[in-house]
């Protein structure tokens, strides 16, 4: 069984957690481990040969290809990288043409990398009934037996009764709350979780009856891989021409071998601010704290601190969480309304939903402690045996401060060796490098002075993580 995990999306229903550069499939919002950790962990439990594939993004490759190294490096079985968000449909596509080369009958569990399954023992009794009817051509669908009269997922509406599955009746969308209440009186509707189980040919076979331009495009772009350190690049221009769709419209709506598998283990897709208070244990008064909270008079709250004490005085159903760089503060009730939020501070040109204060790179993170008019001072953490670009700045100049650790710095025909409380200076228009060539991260602060101090003033001439 080859467990593919999409991992493309930006997460911003849970801003300011969840930003577009660093989502919340790569943070432990539900326990210690990222929701994209536990993704992986439930491929691989399913049994001891079970592989893991990933389908992300540029902005999320070194990310997900971390975690891939750290739980499954000798069970993974490739990246490949999107040039294009397409929907599920073609991103799944890509993952049975690839599978189907080595045995077109191998078996893919499709699971987004977002979602949170407190049962694992009943997700791997409901996958174990779901590989019989799928080796046996069937498409299976995991429905989730519902709790309460949701109006925010679409519903699968279950037929006849089999072996373990039943035929799906049909696909419906997110219905109203008059709706929902009787969809789970009537106890044959599921909520849809967008998880599926079928044989690689199966899903192409079908999705070529139904959608043969998604298949042309996707086998086109496959066609013209190519292979970039631990990562597949399908073929940019196939790609891009590839209908927008996802499988529920283009294959599992309109197939005649759709079934559902019911499933009742916790799940949640962690799509609102509400969904994650419903998931997590409360306290007598129906709030969840996480981090440096005081409460006094608060109840059906979701309080969130990363870092400063929070203290909440006199409300109700509220959501209040602190990142380094954003506060926010929601009636529980209005949370599914953040996004018009994010799209404010799209609008005026701010950088707080696409980055955190720490932004993550391959090579490490950095993160901003001051900044003023032609002046920035960041603190840059560089992971052992990584190294930066060979760059050059047009306008600013970098001072370096060794904190702790060892760095190797290529300045112009110059190599330095630096130790902790040494430093450097770049000056502007010089070409340079920085490496840690020890065993324990290189931490240091960064002082920029220029007239432009934008993260975009870089020219690489050698990178080892090909970034352009």
Sequence with gaps: MLAVILSGGSGTRLWPLSREAYPKQF????????????????????????????ITNEDHRFVVAAQLHVQASERTAGI???????????????????AA???????????????????????????????????????VTFGIVPSSPHTGYGYIKAGAKKNGYQDVAAFVEKPDEATAERYLGEGDYFWNSGMFLFRADRYLQ????????????CREAWEQRQAD????????AAFESCPDDSIDYAVMEKTHDAVVVPLDAGWSDVGSWSA?????PQDGQGNVCRGDVITEDVSGSYIHSEGRLIAVLGVSDHVIVETDDVVLVADRNRVQDVKKLV?????????EHRFHKKVHRPWGTYEGIAMGERFQVKRITVNPGASLSLQKHHHRAEHWVVVKGTATVNRGEETLLLTEDQSTYIPLGVTHRLTNPGVIPLELIEVQ??????????????DTYNRV
């Design 206 to 217: 079908e999705l070529e009856t139904h959608q043969p331009g998604i298949l042309a495009a």
């Design 27 to 54: 943070l432990p919002v539900v326990s210690d481990d990222s929701l994209l950790a536990e993704t992986i962990e439930r491929g691989l439990m399913l049994d001891t040969s079970a592989r893991v594939m990933a």
């Design 80 to 98: 490949i990288l999107e040039p294009v968000g397409r929907n599920t449909a073609p991103a799944i596509a890509l993952a049975a043409l690839a």
């Design 229 to 236: 350190m631990d990562f597949t690049r399908v073929g940019k």
């Design 343 to 351: 799209a404010k501070v799209k609008a005026q040109g701010r950088l």
């Design 449 to 462: 002075t220029g007239s432009y101090l934008g993260e975009d003033d870089i020219v690489r001439f050698e």
């Design 276 to 280: 994650l208070w419903e998931i997590q």
């Design 101 to 139: 080369e080595d045995n077109p009958e191998e078996l893919l569990l499709v699971m987004p990398s977002d979602h949170v399954l407190k049962n694992l023992t009943a997700f791997r009794e409901a996958v174990q009934k779901g590989a019989d009817a799928a080796r046996s051509g069937k498409l």
